[in-house]
């Protein structure tokens, strides 16, 4: 069976390495935008992870004339009503950084007790075909909000979120372990079954 190349609209080289990873085995050609010379700057301006997941593929899709991957995650709250949500990478403001980000939750949190901390990661990425036909799919990761940051690994809100499963932060864990349970791997895991599932998909598209 012939690959087919495959675009993923992001210029974060461990994203799309995550992704030819999970992808070796299917008949794809994982690209980035820096493999194929594209700069494609694309305004989140949906409601949801879903709108902007989908806009992000469409139009990287519409620009390339090839298969395009997006994918549009964040951290909700259930103590705030699901903040910061789509607003997550600009919380504190357009151009705030990680720690004015974390800043402002844990200001937010103050004087909410462990048990009703709750929050998760959740991520929908998008497949979209140059025929305007498109696959979707989400992964969520659980756990809370902590008290102050821990650990030095990760980015945005990873040392303030406790993970369920580990009780340590996402910024606590190794990349082997974050990677086995985030909200991007689960999400790329339940696309990946669906193209193994829709093996017209594979054969005619």
Known sequence: MQEKEIIIASNNEGKVAEI??????LPFTVLSLKDVGAEINI???????AGNSLKKARETSLITGSIALADDSGLEVDALGGKPGVLSARFAGEH????????????????????KRSAR?????????????????????????GFSPRGSSGFGYD???VVDVYGKTMAELSMQEKNAISHRSQA????KKLLETESRLMIHR
């Open 20 to 25: 030819r990873d999970l992808f070796s085995d």
């Open 159 to 161: 040392p303030l979120f």
């Open 188 to 191: 790329l895991k339940a696309l």
């Open 96 to 115: 705030a950084t990680d720690q004015e980000n974390n800043c402002k939750l844990l200001d937010m949190m103050k004087g909410i007790e462990e048990s």
């Open 121 to 145: 990661f959740r991520c929908v990425v998008t497949m979209y075909f140059p025929d305007g036909y498109y696959l979707q799919a989400e992964g969520t990761c659980h756990g809370r909000i």
């Open 43 to 49: 305004v989140e301006d949906q409601p949801d992870f």
